[in-house]
């Protein structure tokens, strides 16, 4: 098997438009999450959500690009562009042909969707513009990255709600340890906020109208993001050999399915999973150091993950580190794990934990160090992302220091 | 009314090819002016929505569809006869 390595990084979200301003945000424990503004914001009962603010289309595509890209297309684009760049790659020749993408998304292009359905049945037009399609397919950002980079190996979209992008990677990570890729550009891309969007998870009673606050007692619901973060996912002998500057290892990936609810976690299926990524791995849980948490808070989630990190890593469990991010982008559903794989990263080659901010009153049932509300310094040589989806799907990641 | 036709179809066509109207040929073909598959669909969309007609193009056989895209001319012709048919 091949070792798999991490030779680029890119994201757009709601705490940056590049890793490095993603980061700083982090580090100081920015606020991404704010008022929600697009039409029809008004009939919503939940009006707050981490939007990527001041970004123009027409600043990175020309007319008949933005023709074609649904906004999380765009994001996945811009994410793109700035991790390949960042590795230093040209796809051409053999290594074209080894190369491919693997994103994850849960709503594909629901924006197009949205403003669609909104023009036949709102307004009445018999007629909507000829790309709807190829607009609002789950692939379309897949297939537009392959296209921009001229990746023409293998290419596919992952779809499985919440834990889109952590099964994407896994993916991803699995073609290049296989030898089947060299190279594999992977991660998710989310634009879900939009009326259509967040009216129906309104309809679930889960969001918060104020803030998202993970593990804290007083945490009262999820709050939705938006973005994308890319990377590539490199054969670590491909990358040696030509020199890449290389942010970490990809060390291991387990998923499992709870078979219990369609919408509550289940503490055993969490567990099986860190489980087996650890296993995978071939870490102890000593190792670890860092866990991105999956940390939505809502009272179902928080609970259980927590029960079942203890259960996994035993006395550890009271060193180990666990932060949620989404206190500060929100939960970017199919494009969270990328942005949150940002974290471990951080973790392992700066040093810097991120914290989960908004934190204000210990729960008992999440006895856990949640690094509360500021971000802190500690070496770290291993971590985990979490990332457990509505239907019960989960996806663990493990990154090392290399 | 038919110049005024004429001059936005000519403009529909040059916006997809991405050139001025004054270098678009009567004579052109859509593949002389770089206007593939996608493009047709965007201009024929355009042409619906500028004139609000139904506009009669099958994408699976462009040459069997009852509108003529042969050549800008042609386009032209037929979009006057959908105008015309439509006020009549």
């Not at chain 1, 929600?36 to 009006?47: E, G, N, Y």
């Not at chain 1, 594999?184 to 109208?209: D, H, N, P, Q, Y």
């Not at chain 2, 099958?58 to 015309?84: K, M, R």
Request: with cysteine; charged share 20%; proline share 3%.
């Amino acid at each position: 098997m091949k070792r798999v390595v991490i030779t680029g990084q890119g994201t757009i979200n709601p705490l940056g438009k590049s890793a490095a301003e993603t980061f700083a945000a982090m580090q100081a424990g920015k606020l991404g999450i704010g008022p929600l503004t697009f039409q029809d914001v008004d009939r919503l009962s939940i009006r707050i959500g981490g939007q990527v603010n001041d970004f123009a289309p027409e600043d990175h595509f020309n007319r008949q690009e933005i023709s074609l890209y649904d906004r999380f297309t765009q994001f996945a684009l811009f994410a793109a562009a700035e991790a390949i760049g960042q590795s230093g790659l040209v796809f051409d020749g053999a290594l074209a042909d080894q190369a491919g993408v693997v994103l994850g998304t849960a709503g594909g292009g629901l924006q197009t969707q949205d403003e669609n359905y909104r023009s036949v049945y709102e307004a009445g037009k018999n007629r909507v513009h000829p790309f709807v399609v190829p607009r609002l397919m789950n692939n379309a950002a897949a297939s537009h990255v392959s296209i921009v980079h001229n990746l023409r190996g293998p290419s596919f979209t992952v779809a499985t709600a919440c834990a889109s992008s952590n099964h994407a990677m896994g993916q991803a990570f699995g073609l290049v340890r296989s030898g089947q890729s060299k190279v594999m550009i992977t991660g998710g891309s989310e634009a879900m906020l939009c009326f259509g969007g967040i009216k129906a998870w309104e309809g679930l009673r889960v969001m918060s109208r104020d803030a998202c606050r993970p593990f804290s007692a007083n945490r009262n619901g999820m709050v939705q993001g938006e973005g994308a973060a890319v990377f590539v996912f490199e054969d670590f002998d491909h990358a040696r050999a030509r020199g890449a500057d290389i942010l970490a290892e990809v060390a291991g990936f387990a998923m499992t399915s709870d078979a219990a609810d369609i919408v509550m976690p289940s503490k055993q299926g969490a567990a099986r999973a860190i489980t087996g990524a650890l296993r995978d791995a071939g870490l102890p849980a000593e190792a670890i150091g860092y866990i991105n948490a999956h940390g939505t808070g809502t009272a179902a989630n928080d609970k259980t993950e927590c029960a079942a990190v203890s259960d996994v890593f035993g006395a550890h469990a009271d060193r180990v580190m666990i932060s949620s991010t989404k206190s500060m982008h929100g939960h970017l559903i199919g494009g969270t794990g990328a942005v949150e794989l940002l974290a471990c990263i951080m973790a392992l080659r700066d040093g810097v934990i991120a914290p989960t901010i908004g934190y204000q009153e210990a729960d008992p049932e999440c006895a856990l160090d949640v690094v509360p509300n500021e971000a802190r310094l500690a070496k770290v040589t291993a971590t985990l992302s979490n990332a457990f989806a509505f239907g019960g799907l989960n996806a663990v990641l493990a990154l090392k220091a290399i | 009314m038919s110049q005024a036709v004429k001059d936005q179809v000519l403009e529909i066509i040059a916006q997809q090819a991405v050139l001025e109207v004054s270098d678009i040929a009567p004579t052109a073909t859509l593949d002389d002016l770089g206007i593939d598959s996608l493009g047709l669909v965007e201009a024929v969309f355009a042409i619906e929505e500028a004139f609000d007609i139904e506009v009669p193009f099958n994408a699976n056989e462009p040459g069997q569809s009852d509108f003529d895209v042969s050549t800008v001319a042609a386009i032209i012709t037929a979009v006057e006869g959908l105008v015309a048919s439509k006020k009549g």
